[in-house]
């Protein structure tokens, strides 16, 4: 496999695996006094649905390229507006908003782009 080829092959799982690390960190936030031991592990696995539903969707990006990017780029622009108005309506800024949508959402759009660039890079070379 050339260079490239291994690049666009490697590039969108490396980023997704970090982007679903980064929506993971977010699930530390049930961790807090007042609740027992077994409640706060019960709300940390459940704000880890989002986790696991992303992971699931890394693995039919990982054996079909083309329908994993495709969702991937569905679920972030489809996000983006539903965030967007959450995190508007508790901060009031447009700029913060967006800030908050490029952290989250924009990294899975990019990464189903990636996906789809990488399945097209190899149709185009089924040899490598």
């Known amino acids: 496999m050339?260079?490239?080829?291994?690049?666009?092959?490697?590039?969108?799982?490396?980023?997704c695996i970090v982007a679903i690390l980064f929506i993971s960190m977010f699930a530390?936030?049930?961790f807090e006094p007042g609740f027992t031991i077994w409640q706060q592990l019960a709300r940390f696995f459940i704000h880890l649905i989002p986790s696991y539903v992303l992971i699931a969707i890394l693995i039919i990006a990982w054996k079909?390229?083309?329908?994993?990017?495709?969702?991937?780029?569905?679920?972030?622009?489809?996000?983006?507006?539903?965030?967007?108005?959450?995190?508007?309506?508790?901060?009031?800024?447009?700029w913060i908003s967006l800030e908050i949508i490029l952290m989250i959402t924009v990294?899975?759009?990019?990464?189903?782009?990636?996906?789809?660039?990488?399945?097209?890079?190899?149709?185009?070379?089924p040899e490598a």
């Open 2 to 15: 050339k260079t490239s080829l291994k690049v666009f092959h490697w590039l969108p799982r490396i980023l």
């Open 28 to 30: 530390l936030d049930s």
């Open 64 to 94: 079909w390229e083309k329908a994993g990017g495709i969702i991937f780029i569905i679920i972030g622009l489809a996000l983006s507006p539903v965030i967007f108005r959450k995190n508007y309506h508790m901060n009031h800024s447009v």
């Open 107 to 125: 990294p899975f759009v990019l990464v189903g782009i990636l996906f789809l660039v990488s399945n097209s890079l190899k149709k185009k070379n």
